[in-house]
């Protein structure tokens, strides 16, 4: 009897740990998309963002379009490891959500509504892909 209830649980915690995962990446590949979105923005210089003139953190519009850009790229191509569920993808979206929270965070006083939502999406990325446990079957 012991024995079959231990796959069951092993079962119920796969599914979850891949439910997180395709969530984080599903995540990660939206929020990457519309960080490319905001990255085009701010290089073509477009009367989106707010100027902001005693911001210590001010950079130029044209290199936060290409920060956002960058980092957006970057997102979309790891949320695709993620769908294959590589453990690789989980470790580099870590890095990847937390570097364009930090981006997000310099960016509030251009941008505030869009910055802070996407700083809670971020975090429920990091979240998502930190609570999942390796699987040594799945390499």
Known sequence: MATTSRPQHREGAQTAATGLTLFAAVMLFIA?????????????EDDVYVSTPNYIFKFDLTSWGWINLLFGALAVIVSFGLFTAKTWARVVGVGIAALLLIANFLSIPYYPVWSLTLIALYAFIIWALCVVKRDPLAD
């Open 32 to 44: 990457g998309i519309l960080d490319v979105f905001r990255g085009i923005m701010g290089i073509a």
